[in-house]
């Protein structure tokens, strides 16, 4: 089969979960023999603006094409989805796979031209509050026209599926996103440059954006007497006014360390040395960050949403979406080294149910049928 993917920013990338998603799902479905061409947006990492990225065509088997669009909050999704739909038209696919509710605004192009089309919600993006009115009412008018025209849709969490169902009695497939088995390792880099020791520190490790909540984590953090250091790995997402706020509440605690967006070796040593995983989020699509870091085997503090729940199940601890109190005394009670789990059999659940030749195999079903 020939298959186009579009609606991420660019692989290979830890921008966001809808990159990782992407080279996951397109490398794979290369190595099976398919001719998989990714629709890359023009543009440099938003994460972190001194990481430039290179204009490649081939990547891992997978062909890359680069699509124009202009670097402006709101416009440069909306350019560069109306680009890549035009350009899909032209290159012969058996199945065009949007990802994202804000990109499929553009879904009727390729609909119109009787193309199979396959969409992959990665949450409901619209509930996020780093986008503004037109955005928002953009990005809901692109989960209108997913649910009018798309061939088939795929749902990351049971709760995404029932509002499908419930608001436009749409039918949608529920496939969970998989994770890789860890390469454990030892606290080299993240000694040297920060001077951090295997289980003294806890780790939140996501773009560092309003919904994600880490100006509830500092708060609760500060209230703690722990001696261990609570390391914010990660970078702004379009605009560095949140993370502006973030570096000003987390000065003056000398335990806090932002280490900006990491990747590679660094980015193993910080999931691999944790004492605790922390993800405070009020919106979640399918966290990948927890399933990394419960793949290496490592204890959770997540809020109850959901989408987080769904992937911890008994494997981790809970605290009230929002609730300062109840995180401070959940975070409390993780650091006194209460209610902790086997780290092996952590790992052992995550890496047997969340497996990404798995969510391959079913994804590729959905092409074909």
Same mark, same amino acid.
């Given at each position: 089969?020939?298959?186009?993917?579009?609606?991420?920013?660019?692989?290979?990338?830890?921008?966001?979960?809808? %990159?990782?998603?992407?080279?996951?799902?397109?490398?794979?479905?290369?190595?099976?023999?398919?001719?998989?061409?990714?629709?890359?947006?023009?543009?440099?990492?938003?994460?972190?603006?001194?990481?430039?990225?290179?204009?490649?065509?081939?990547?891992?088997?997978?062909?890359?094409?680069?699509?124009?669009?202009?670097?402006?909050?709101?416009?440069?999704?909306?350019?560069?989805?109306?680009?890549?739909?035009?350009?899909?038209?032209?290159?012969?696919?058996?199945?065009?796979?949007?990802?994202?509710?804000?990109?499929?605004?553009?879904?009727?192009?390729?609909?119109?031209?009787?193309?199979?089309?396959?969409?992959?919600?990665?949450?409901?993006?619209?509930?996020?509050?780093?986008?503004?009115?037109?955005?928002?009412?953009?990005?809901?008018?692109?989960?209108?026209?997913?649910?009018?025209?798309?061939?088939?849709?795929?749902?990351?969490?049971?709760?995404?599926?029932?509002?499908?169902?419930?608001?436009?009695?749409?039918?949608?497939?529920?496939?969970?996103?998989?994770?890789?088995?860890?390469?454990?390792?030892?606290?080299?880099?993240?000694?040297?440059?920060?001077?951090?020791?295997?289980?003294?520190?806890?780790?939140?490790?996501?773009?560092?954006?309003?919904?994600?909540?880490?100006?509830?984590?500092?708060?609760?953090?500060? %209230?703690?007497?722990?001696?261990?250091?609570?390391?914010?790995?990660?970078?702004?997402?379009?605009?560095?006014?949140?993370?502006?706020?973030?570096?000003?509440?987390?000065?003056?605690?000398?335990?806090?360390?932002?280490?900006?967006?990491?990747?590679?070796? %660094?980015?193993?040593?910080?999931?691999?040395?944790?004492?605790?995983?922390?993800?405070?989020?009020?919106?979640?699509?399918?966290?990948?960050?927890?399933?990394?870091?419960?793949?290496?085997?490592?204890?959770?503090?997540?809020?109850?949403?959901?989408?987080?729940?769904?992937?911890?199940?008994?494997?981790?601890?809970?605290?009230?979406?929002?609730?300062?109190?109840?995180?401070? %005394?959940?975070?409390?009670?993780?650091?006194?080294?209460?209610?902790?789990?086997?780290?092996?059999?952590?790992?052992?659940?995550?890496?047997?149910?969340?497996?990404?030749?798995?969510?391959?195999?079913?994804?590729?079903?959905?092409?074909?049928?």
């Amino acid at each position: 089969m020939k298959i186009a993917m579009l609606g991420h920013k660019r692989i290979p990338s830890r921008e966001g979960g809808v %990159e990782i998603v992407v080279e996951e799902l397109s490398t794979r479905l290369a190595q099976k023999g398919h001719i998989v061409d990714v629709y890359n947006r023009k543009g440099n990492n938003v994460s972190d603006k001194n990481i430039k990225t290179k204009k490649i065509k081939e990547y891992k088997g997978v062909n890359i094409k680069t699509v124009f669009t202009i670097n402006k909050k709101g416009l440069d999704a909306l350019i560069y989805s109306f680009f890549a739909s035009i350009r899909v038209l032209f290159g012969k696919y058996d199945c065009i796979h949007y990802h994202a509710e804000g990109s499929c605004a553009m879904l009727w192009i390729p609909h119109l031209f009787r193309k199979r089309t396959v969409v992959t919600i990665h949450g409901l993006d619209w509930q996020r509050s780093k986008w503004g009115g037109f955005a928002t009412k953009y990005i809901k008018f692109g989960e209108k026209i997913a649910v009018k025209y798309a061939d088939e849709i795929i749902v990351l969490s049971k709760g995404v599926q029932e509002y499908f169902k419930k608001t436009y009695n749409r039918e949608t497939n529920f496939i969970e996103n998989g994770v890789n088995k860890p390469i454990q390792k030892k606290p080299d880099i993240i000694k040297e440059k920060y001077n951090l020791e295997k289980n003294d520190y806890i780790l939140y490790l996501a773009r560092i954006v309003p919904e994600k909540r880490l100006d509830l984590l500092i708060d609760a953090f500060k %209230e703690t007497n722990t001696c261990k250091k609570l390391v914010i790995a990660g970078g702004a997402s379009h605009t560095n006014d949140f993370y502006n706020e973030i570096k000003q509440k987390a000065s003056g605690d000398s335990r806090i360390i932002m280490t900006g967006f990491v990747q590679g070796e %660094e980015l193993q040593e910080l999931f691999s040395n944790t004492y605790l995983y922390c993800l405070p989020s009020d919106v979640e699509g399918m966290p990948i960050s927890l399933l990394e870091a419960m793949s290496y085997g490592k204890n959770c503090l997540v809020s109850d949403i959901e989408e987080n729940t769904q992937v911890c199940r008994k494997y981790g601890v809970t605290f009230k979406k929002s609730d300062l109190n109840d995180l401070v %005394e959940k975070l409390n009670l993780c650091l006194n080294g209460l209610n902790r789990k086997n780290e092996q059999e952590i790992s052992d659940y995550i890496l047997e149910k969340y497996n990404w030749d798995e969510v391959v195999n079913k994804t590729e079903k959905l092409y074909k049928k």
